[in-house]
């Protein structure tokens, strides 16, 4: 009975103590795409990621002190590399305003200075962004307006002056702005919301997640999409965990680091999550011990009796190494491999064969489209445009051709297409109640081969997975192989395995397209995940060389498009493929047509 009361009076008084106006608010997800422009438009280079909750100043109502709220808040921060919002803002009972106050800490932020001290910072940069932005002084005002009316009044006559010091400072944009010095910190006010809060540039941030993270991401249960601080601890020797602790030792307290001797287990301890999240930041110290639990064994991987065949010869590929900004050549070595079962038939079911016929028509109606051939001799119409050439060169004396008319002729298109598939080890995850994602790829690249052998388009299909720096290349279909029951096979026999060394993957197709003689060459890449191997190749490092991988390929004239069925695909794919040159598939089982219509929007003639 006292933990049910306990709970409804925690819940009931925080509610009362909080200043929040949950009806107004507006969620950094909504706003993202604005936010970004606006802080490139800038010139500001940082990226976007989720703030954590950081202790605040200023004097605490009665509420706030009987809740235990108001010491910590989720206040926008900026350093060189990454600008941290809150995941979400009610700050003012009108939305509009809310939504302004992210689009100004875009503004604020594209021309702050870190290295100045907090009040002096962000006293330029206001100065600073209401001259290169005009248009946003209106917004500007307004937020200043609402912020003056929330801001609490102290009691005591020193804080009350420094607030009003403050105050001035952040009402005006002329004249108060010429100055921006003043002894003043961030825990001697009540928290500033049109400011940013600098970090030091000692401080070492880490676990900063993308602009596009799920909204799941946004729990306060999870840190991963959090931008926090953290500083690495030198090793101290510790004592001995069975002796008892001399009376004359010191007492720590909560937030004060200390090395303690525990007990390894293979089970995650899930009080470390809450304890962190009452860390303003985090200590990062390296454990000399050696225990079993922090040895991997690959045991999802194939023994070599029942891997697949290796066939032809080792290729070498480059790798971009984001750490030294150099390109490493004969980084990653390519080996291509047939499956060892590929002979076995497999004969897709009747509403797969539907569809695939659905889209076989779709795609030849295209194929078939006529198109108007300019500077004919005869035709169906004239066409106006050489005519008035014709007359010009008449009029000024020179000969001109007679090849002033236009027809619709069926012209043959100059285009080639490789689809590129994934099939790492991830794909062996189930995508609904039916069906693997290894599977609903296979489906897909039938309806895609049925489709384009059809439309008479020449296109390959290969898949991909990799192991450390050996990329695992599987010729499913070839540029000069026929559609066949062989190639049917190949693509009935896929399966999951491995990791997915992505930018390797891109640059292997982007030299077999590049030596294509067709106008127009589209890489499809097809994808559940991101880029990921067991040598480091993750993270920033894997990101990085695909999105460099990718940047190679468009410089080289090709068409690159990518497709995932992920739910979180929105975290890494924007960054990798540009926020123009990927699409997500929220139903597994819509992927085959939904490949097939991309193809279609690509190479649709203009």
Known sequence: MEQWIGERWHRWITRQASTERTDAAVKFEDVKASVGALLRAGGGTQRLAYASPISVGGQRTWLERIAGAGKRAALPQIDAEVLALPATVARYGDRALNRDLYLWWAVLASGMDEQLPWVQANVFATRDALRRFPGMRARWERLCGAELALRPMPDDPQRKATELQLRAKLGHADGALR??????????????????????????????????????????????????????????QSRNPLLLAPKGESLTIFADPFSIDRGQDDDADRSADVAAQELETLAIQRNERRVAALVHFDLDLPAAASDDIPTGQHELLPEWNWRTQTLESARVSLQSFAHRDEVNAWTPDAALRATAQRVRRRLAGQRSALAWQHGCSDGDEVDFDAWVRLAGACRSGHTGTDAVYQRQTAMRRELVTLLLADLSLSTDAHANDQQRIIEVIRDALYVFAESLHASGDTFAINGFSSLRRSLRWYDLKRFDECWTPTALSRIANIRPGYYTRMGAAVRAATRRLAGRAERQRLLLVLTDGKPHDLDGYEGRYGMADTRRAVHEARAAGLIVFAVSIDQEAGDVMPELFGSAGWAWVPRPEALAERLAALYAQLTRQR
Request: charged share 20%.
């Open 179 to 236: 100055n921006g010095s003043m002894g003043c910190t961030r825990d001697q006010v009540a928290p500033v919301w049109l400011w940013l809060v600098p970090f030091s540039q000692r401080d070492h941030l880490a676990n900063a997640a993308g602009p596009n993270a799920s909204a799941d991401s946004h729990s306060l249960q999870s840190l991963q999409a959090e931008r926090r601080r953290a500083r690495e601890l030198t090793t101290v």
